[in-house]
C-alpha cells in the first residue's frame, strides 16, 4: 500500500504533522535533518513554514515557489510513515503559532 499524504503542517519547532490518507496522522522532527545538506537551507523558521508543502504525495519544501517536484526537497512518504509516531490531531491554534 502507497502511503499518500494529503496535508501538512509545519511548527515553528521544526517539526510537521503529516496527515495520511488512511487518517492516520504522523509528526515528523526535523531538528536533525535541518543540520545535513541541502536541508540547512531550511534552518530559518520562517523558510521551513513557508515552504513546507506537499508535492508528488509526500512532504516537500517547495523552495523555487514553482511547485516543481525537481526544484524542492522531498522525503520518502513510505520512510515517514514507518519512522514517525502516531499523534493525535493538533490543536493548531499552538502548532502553527
Same mark, same amino acid.
Given at each position: 500500500?502507497?502511503?499518500? &499524504? ?8 521544526? !517539526? ?7 487518517? !492516520? &496522522? !504522523?509528526?515528523? =522532527?526535523?531538528?536533525?535533518? &535541518? ?5 540547512? @537551507? ?9 515552504? /513546507? ?18 526544484? /524542492?526537497? =522531498?522525503?520518502?512518504?513510505?520512510? @515517514?510513515? !514507518?519512522? /514517525? ?13
Amino acid at each position: 500500500m502507497f502511503h499518500k &499524504i494529503v496535508q501538512v503542517y509545519p511548527t515553528d519547532d521544526f !517539526k510537521v504533522y503529516i496527515y495520511f490518507i488512511d487518517g !492516520k &496522522i !504522523k509528526l515528523f =522532527d526535523a531538528k536533525e535533518l &535541518i543540520e545535513q545538506g541541502l536541508f540547512k @537551507l531550511l534552518k530559518d523558521k520562517k523558510k521551513f513554514k513557508k515552504t /513546507c508543502t506537499v508535492i508528488n504525495d509526500t512532504l516537500a519544501w517547495d523552495l523555487s515557489g514553482k511547485r516543481d517536484p525537481y526544484e /524542492c526537497l =522531498d522525503l520518502d512518504s513510505e520512510e @515517514l510513515y !514507518k519512522k /514517525c509516531p502516531e499523534v493525535k490531531e493538533p490543536n493548531l491554534n499552538t502548532a502553527l503559532s
